[in-house]
């Protein structure tokens, strides 16, 4: 039986670097889907495209190929609001899901990490992990993250955008960001990526056993 692993969570939770890590060591492709609706946002921006226009983004969402996924200006702190933005447009989110469905049907399974993958796009997978942790801590890793990479930001302008898009991705009415009921929640305010990917994979693998 393929072995599908949804893993949702806030923004800069950190279940993108666990995502990761449980995919090599089961040995499964990943998806990072928040990327997707990134490139949405980046091929509108580029082209002069208002980010409201639901008939522009709907029509981006449904031509967009995997070469467009490797852009680095995707990880910007920008265009994760951007992308928080036109993530809010139904007509994305159905031309985006085909997309994601086809990834996880991968014969030995798949991790997809994202807002919905254990509630919308992947409601059968074998394995659904919600990962949090409080908007200081996630504020200060990504900002680490974006200062490391050379980013001049502050925290607490990290900590207003983390608030903000917490407020936009748990309040929209497609698909909003929420845990599965079935879902197996880790806080990782208290861990370090160790000991989060620890507890992670011992729910994948009782899972496995099972
Ligand atoms: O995970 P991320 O920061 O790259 O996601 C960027 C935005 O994309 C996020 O604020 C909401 C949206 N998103 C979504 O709506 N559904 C997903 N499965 C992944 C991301």
Known sequence: MPLVIAIDGPAASGKGTLARRLAVHFGLPHLDTGLLYRAVALLMLDAG??????????????????????????????????ASRVSGIPDVRAALLSWQRRFASDEAGAVLDGRDIGTVICPDARVKLFITASPEERARRRHRELTGRGEETTLAAILSDIRARDERDSSRSAAPLKAAEDAVIIDTTELDADEAFAAARHVVERAREH
């Not at 409201?52 to 990880?75: F, I, K, M, W, Y």
């Open 49 to 82: 495209i208002d980010l409201g226009d639901a008939n522009e983004a709907a029509r981006t969402a449904s031509s967009l190929v995997a070469d467009q996924l490797a852009d680095p200006r995707l990880r910007e702190r920008a265009m994760g609001e951007a």
